[in-house]
């Protein structure tokens, strides 16, 4: 079943370590994203990309980093993990075109840094 | 860039009875409109949208209308269920660059 995978699902690490978010889409989309939302509340655009090799910044200033090598996936890193960072971290999908489309989200990774 | 104000953040409603969401964008450029549900614990879902060519979409309790003029469009809720409580977002796309604009989510409670 075409879906949008993202793994861990939950996540507690010390503060400094390096960490890396996956996310997997089986849709065949072009686009990504990475939100930050913290559990109910408002979502915070922090990176998106239209294809591989094209990444780019959101609204919300982010310590993290993005990468996108292949189509079907878009892994967000944080170099060196704070307690700012405990949030949920959702990936989503959408096919590109000129006019919008839904975005499918994943089912979000909760990272707790101690 | 687009911003997106979403009113009121906190709806309580008797089961039965319809929910009003209203939200507001400043892109006269926008013309994609989508509502988005997420549950406790849950991942967010399209529950219904709207192009600017259209004015009012409907699928079976839910209904989405949209005021191109006055820049707004509102999420109708009928004979709501318990099932219905949730975070309900609303957002708004120019289309080209299919980045959404998010409003900051309307927490509606269903009495039963």
């Known amino acids: 079943e075409a879906d949008i995978y993202q793994t861990p699902r939950y996540l507690v690490i010390g503060t400094g370590k390096k960490i890396t978010l996956e996310c997997s889409q089986t849709m065949g989309h072009d686009k990504m994203y990475w939100y930050q939302q913290d559990p109910g509340m408002e979502l915070h655009l922090i990176h998106y990309s239209y294809g591989v090799n094209s990444t780019e910044k959101g609204d919300l200033s982010s310590e993290s980093t993005v990468s996108r090598i292949r189509t079907e996936h878009f892994p967000l890193t944080l170099e060196s993990a704070r307690p700012s960072h405990t949030s949920q971290y959702l990936c989503a999908s959408s096919v590109a075109g000129m006019e919008g489309y839904e975005q499918y989200f994943g089912p979000g990774t909760r990272l707790t840094v101690t | 860039g687009e911003n997106v104000e979403q009113h009121p953040s906190t709806l309580s409603v008797q089961e039965g009875d319809s929910a009003v969401i209203k939200c507001t964008y400043s892109?006269?450029?926008?013309?994609?409109f989508p509502w988005y549900k997420q549950e406790l614990g849950k991942r967010p879902q399209l529950i219904i949208d709207i192009r600017s060519n259209v004015g009012e979409k409907k699928d079976q309790r839910i209904a989405v209308t949209l005021n191109k003029t006055a820049k707004h469009f509102s999420l109708h809720i009928t004979e709501t269920q318990p099932e219905d409580s949730a975070v309900y977002f609303c957002?708004?796309?120019?289309?080209?660059?299919?980045?959404?604009?998010f409003g900051k989510g309307n927490q509606v409670v269903v009495i039963p």
């Open positions: 957002a708004a796309s120019n289309g080209g660059n299919n980045r959404l604009a």
């Open positions: 892109d006269s450029a926008s013309n994609y």
